[in-house]
């Protein structure tokens, strides 16, 4: 391993245990044995060092989702999204917690290349949707606010997963998948009733 791995490795859980904000650059130092001004050699700031975390696990959830035929039924292509999601959270835990938490704290250039990619990450999920809705097999008729609810039910696993659990990949993947499946098959949307006349709707 390069020495920038090194550190970006421990940046990576130094971030997803203490926070971005509370890892110092002298914490960053003394977990890859460097002085403290050695560790400016290998890279230019704390902030490139959080997008480049982020943008790894950007990098592995794109992959996997590009990995998937677009050929495959609607059904089929999101059981292969949903476990590819789930996969990269579970093989890069500290990686993908900083993904979710931290990227936030990036810089206003470095948030936008990251919005990029996760507009282009969404849209894989919100194709196969507005394919399962067309062919008639999910009866919701906003492919978006699907993708979004179901990408909010995946993203949230990195908040309690635990490898060492009884709930290995393959398992938590298939009930995933099928929780999703079961909520894209029924949702109808309840029709939204008109106010009465003379009494306001209410605020959102």
């Known amino acids: 391993m390069s020495r920038r791995n090194e550190i970006l490795d421990r ?32 890279i230019a700031s704390k902030d490139e060092l959080l997008f480049e975390i982020v943008n790894k696990a950007a990098d592995a959830f794109l992959r996997q989702a590009e990995s998937v035929p677009r050929d495959l039924s609607p059904e089929a292509r999101l059981r292969a999204l949903v476990r590819g999601h789930l996969e990269v959270i579970v093989r890069e835990l500290p990686r993908a917690k900083v993904f979710f938490d931290e990227w936030r704290f990036l810089s206003d250039d470095y948030q936008r290349r990251i919005k990029g990619r996760r507009d282009a990450y969404e849209a894989h999920f919100r194709e196969a949707i507005a394919a399962g809705i067309a062919a008639g097999l999910f009866p919701q008729q906003d492919a978006r606010l ?15 997963y635990h490898p060492e ?22 949702a109808r ?10 009494v306001a709707a209410e605020s959102p």
């Not at 130094?14 to 290998?42: I, K, P, W």
């Not at 393959?170 to 929780?179: M, R």
């Open 165 to 186: 659990g009884p709930l290995g990949l393959e398992a938590l993947s298939e009930q995933y998948a099928g929780l999703v499946l079961a909520a894209l098959r029924n």
């Open 146 to 160: 699907a993708s979004l609810f179901v990408l909010s039910a995946l993203n949230w696993v990195y908040q309690w």
């Open 11 to 42: 940046a990576g859980e130094l971030f997803s245990t203490r926070g971005f904000h509370a890892t110092s650059m002298r914490d960053l130092a003394e977990a890859v044995g460097l002085q403290g001004g050695s560790l400016y050699a290998h």
């Open 189 to 198: 949307p309840e029709p939204v009733a008109a106010p009465r006349e003379g």
